[in-house]
């Protein structure tokens, strides 16, 4: 059997790929203050991305398995959902499927993602702060969702 790579899987590889090429970049002794900047507010960025993953997780078992099938693309069982009280394996599908479109659209979404590692750009990456922080730590949907479950 054959697994394939989720987008959320994808884009947490890419957040890991790019926290290496940061550290790397920023052990040159050439850049400039703002480059170091640059480099400094992505990875604030990246932590802001990977503590929020982190508190969802520590809310509860149900919602730390819930976060770590999503991120991992892993299978909903039916000895989870006896574990952590979901009424059927459906609803324990249905409810991951809903976690895993809010993170894709939300913490970790592709094009924030890519954007981030593709931009030099003190006033781009600000940008991007501004989008995570609107569309994550202010989004009630989001929030409203994690709270439920």
Not at 47 to 76: H, N, P, W, Y
Not at 94 to 113: G, H
Not at 122 to 143: F, G, P, R
């Amino acid at each position: 059997m054959s697994t394939t790579k989720t987008q959320i899987a994808t884009n947490l590889e890419t957040l890991n790929d790019g926290v290496a090429q940061i550290w790397i970049q920023l052990s040159s002794s050439s850049l400039t203050d703002e480059e170091r900047q640059v480099f400094l507010l992505k990875l604030s960025i990246v932590k802001m991305i990977f503590d929020f993953l982190k508190a969802m997780k520590d809310i509860s078992e149900k919602q730390a398995t819930l976060v770590t099938l999503c991120m991992r693309g892993g299978r909903c069982t039916s000895k989870d959902m006896r574990e952590l009280g979901f009424r059927t394996l459906d609803h324990m599908r249905y409810v991951r499927n809903q976690m895993e479109t809010l993170l894709e659209a939300t913490v970790l979404n592709t094009d924030q993602v890519n954007r981030l590692f593709e931009t030099n750009s003190l006033a781009e990456v600000m940008e991007i702060k501004n989008w995570y922080v609107t569309n994550v730590l202010q989004n009630k949907q989001l929030l409203r969702f994690i709270a439920q479950n």
